[in-house]
């Protein structure tokens, strides 16, 4: 008990500014995990979605679903290219200033209004404006890392599927997909730690994650050095340890069967 509170008063004499906000920054990790779970799962939705519109065939079809299909396509083409093709940053200023204003609003909110509305933008809008923003995000990229992995598969294995009696769908969701999914442990994984550092721009709208606690303790104590390398420790603790689980997770499910 006595070493333990001789560790507690060596790092409060030699850390302050870590140990005055060490809660603020325990919960920032968590907040910061927990984003980046949160957006890679709505991303991984998203990007399956768009993957399949990208590859999906219509073998018969009149001309008013072939039709759909190829607007979705297009429609499909223009997110990822916008999305990949901006920074994120400016993204997160655009969802918070701009498009969550449109959807959650008291008065004349497209999803969400009244007090509903009123109490979701007071108390979560930055951090649901900071998810939607990541999410929207990270599905772009997600849709090419899916669309990739569902080219590498062999096409003989579709037309093997389709000649046992299996329809399109069928096929695509017992026999390609599960295939894919597989191939797709480590770009998965990668995407995961980006958002998990990406998660660090969301400071800039007040969202109470890792490096948000680092602007705050900085701001309070006028010094930039114990707070910020604080947190460039921890964000580099968390991805070795990320990448060191999703290479075991890759490792373990290797389409090969290697150990």
């Not at 039709?67 to 993204?91: A, D, E, H, K, N």
């Not at 008291?106 to 809008?125: M, S, W």
Request: charged content about 15%.
């Amino acid at each position: 008990m006595n070493s333990e509170t001789g560790l507690i008063q060596l790092f409060s004499q030699h850390f302050p500014i870590i140990y005055e906000y060490r809660q603020m920054f325990f919960f920032g990790v968590l907040a910061t995990i927990g984003i980046a779970a949160i957006a890679t799962f709505f991303g991984v939705i998203l990007g399956l979605c768009n993957a399949l519109i990208r590859v999906i065939k219509i073998e018969k079809g009149n001309a008013v679903t072939r039709g759909i299909l190829w607007l979705l396509q297009q429609c499909s083409r223009l997110y990822v290219t916008f999305f990949r093709g901006t920074p994120l940053f400016v993204q997160i200023l655009v969802w918070y200033f701009v498009w969550s204003p449109i959807l959650v609003h008291p008065q004349h909110g497209l999803l969400i209004d009244g007090e509903l509305a009123r109490h979701l933008r007071q108390n979560y809008g930055a951090l649901i404006a900071g998810v939607l923003a990541l999410s929207v995000n990270s599905g772009a990229y997600i849709t090419e890392i899916f669309r990739s992995g569902i080219k590498s598969i062999d096409r003989g294995q579709m037309e093997a599927a389709r000649s046992l009696g299996l329809s399109y769908g069928q096929a695509m969701r017992y026999i390609i997909l599960p295939q894919t999914v597989r191939r797709m442990l480590g770009p998965l994984g990668n995407e995961f730690i980006t958002l998990l550092k990406d998660s660090s721009l969301l400071a800039v709208i007040a969202v109470p994650e890792l490096a948000y606690a680092a602007k705050s303790a900085a701001g309070r104590f006028s010094t930039m050095e114990e707070p910020y390398y604080f947190i460039s420790l921890i964000y580099l603790l968390l991805t070795i340890v990320l990448a060191w689980f999703f290479a075991r997770l890759e490792k373990k499910y290797n389409t090969d069967g290697n150990r």
